[in-house]
């Protein structure tokens, strides 16, 4: 089976109590927690994090049988301006420091864009930022090695630095550690005109590339207007393949942490219903 969960900061910013509490009424056994996103006034910056902090926010969770599965660190590793870029990856490594504190070991991010806010730049595809690139993940690899965690990056299509099955597969292929891993959110990898394949063979190509490396997955849907992608929607209200993605999962990721994104309290039960009748059908 797989295991579902919530994006922790769609159900706050609160304390971590009662955001567990908000959590745990919808059944689910695991979170992606974004501490500056989650947690009201928690800022984005480097040292802020200790092992007492981690375990009281470890613990708040599990009281109410909820495992932290990934923690958010969402940075921009290609920042034009260094001196940001080296704060951010400062406040990376400090997560990868405390994240077995935190119960977890999964850290991450998306891989950014040549624009501060990470949005379309025009040589975000090319070869000097994805040198940037690779230099930053190394970087953060090393420390993730030493402390027994995990950089989980997550491609985008279209706008950032690893924005294709194939930009994913260099990235590791480059940085060949087991301390590197995939955040596969397969709505963020589908181009914004959509794909000439269908769904399901988009999903076995990206799995013969870099599944073994897919740590955890991001479950949200989507619609397309006019050629493009035109909506991210909660899971079960737009056209994504999701029998052909659990069929896949099933038999390639038994068991693993799948996050669903763009969800509210309001909207979840129903997005969870939907995503947990479609995987019992595939078994």
Sequence with gaps: MLRFGLRAHDFGPCEAGPLADRIAACGVSCVQLALSKAFPGFPALPGRLSPGFAKATRDSFTARGIDIAVLGCYINPVHPDTEVRETQLRRFEEHLRFARDFGCSLVGTETGSLNPDCSWHPDTGGKAAFDALCGSVERLVRIAERCGS??????????????SIERTKAVIDRI???????IFDPVNLIPRKGLKESQADFFERAFEAFGSRVVAVHLKDFRMAEGEKSEIVAPGSGEFDFTAFFRLLQEKKPGIEALLENTSPATAPAALEFVRRTAAEQR
């Design 150 to 163: 995990i950089v989980a990056i997550e491609p985008v299509a279209d706008q950032h630095t690893v924005s």
């Design 176 to 182: 060949d550690s087991p301390a590197l891993g995939i």
